[in-house]
T-cell receptor
Framework: LAKTTQPISMDSYEGQEVNITCSHN???????ITWYQQFPSQGPRFIIQ?????VTNEVASLFIPADRKSSTLSLPRVSLSDTAVYYC??????????WGAGTKLIIKP | DGGITQSPKYLFRKEGQNVTLSCEQN?????MYWYRQDPGQGLRLIYY???????QKGDIAEGYSVSREKKESFPLTVTSAQKNPTAFYLC????????????FGNGTRLTVT
């Protein structure tokens, strides 16, 4: 099973682009990578999901290199409201779900 | 609005009592999950259910029990056998296979004294 590793915390400033990388060296062929955002005392919220290359939606981009052993969540022009914990999840169709420990992102004015 | 409802938001119990946490979804999702989150920690899977009348143990199932009699409902019982029950409990659902995105409720914070 893939193990996921993320930085424990990161700081950035309003208006900057923030990139959070997750390592998943043992990712399997059928695994997908999903990122979630969690605010205190709330459930995690889906941000983006990908399998390979690049995926972009209205809030973020997800970059996955060809070997798929890592993935990078990119948040463009962050604001104070992006301060949260971000989780990387590697999962397959057989309900094997491997969560990262989460990255606490603090955005400063 | 479709979503997942967990109730109550806060729950207090005395040690030695069983307590049941409610989770209801109107997303028509087949799969449902229960996670435990301790302060400053990540998510740990307690139980999951792929379909009605079927469920599987997760990584920390000891001291917990579940049922899945209806597609919409997946209640979690925290029994007196759970050594450290005080935690934040999160219920989630997904449309199908394990790589489908999860939709979470807003959690129940259980305090046992």
């Amino acid at each position: 099973l893939a193990k996921t590793t993320q930085p424990i915390s990161m700081d950035s400033y309003e208006g900057q682009e923030v990139n959070i990388t997750c390592s998943h060296n043992n990712i399997a062929t059928n695994d997908y990578i999903t990122w979630y955002q969690q605010f205190p005392s709330q459930g995690p919220r889906f941000i983006i999901q990908g399998y390979k290359t690049k995926v972009t939606n209205e809030v973020a981009s997800l970059f996955i290199p060809a070997d798929r052993k890592s993935s990078t969540l990119s948040l463009p022009r962050v604001s104070l409201s992006d301060t949260a914990v971000y989780y990387c999840l590697v999962s397959d169709s057989n309900y094997q779900l491997i969560w990262g420990a989460g990255t606490k992102l603090i955005i400063k004015p | 609005d479709g979503g997942i409802t967990q109730s109550p938001k806060y729950l207090f119990r005395k040690e030695g009592q069983n307590v049941t946490l409610s989770c209801e979804q109107n997303l028509n999702h087949d799969a449902m999950y229960w996670y435990r989150q301790d302060p400053g920690q990540g998510l740990r899977l307690i139980y999951y259910s792929q379909i009605v009348n079927d469920f599987q143990k997760g990584d920390i199932a000891e001291g917990y029990s579940v049922s899945r009699e209806k597609k919409e409902s997946f209640p979690l019982t925290v029994t007196s056998a759970q050594k450290n029950p005080t935690a934040f409990y999160l219920c989630a659902s997904s449309a199908g296979a394990g790589n489908s995105p999860l939709h979470f409720g807003n959690g129940t914070r259980l305090t046992v004294t």
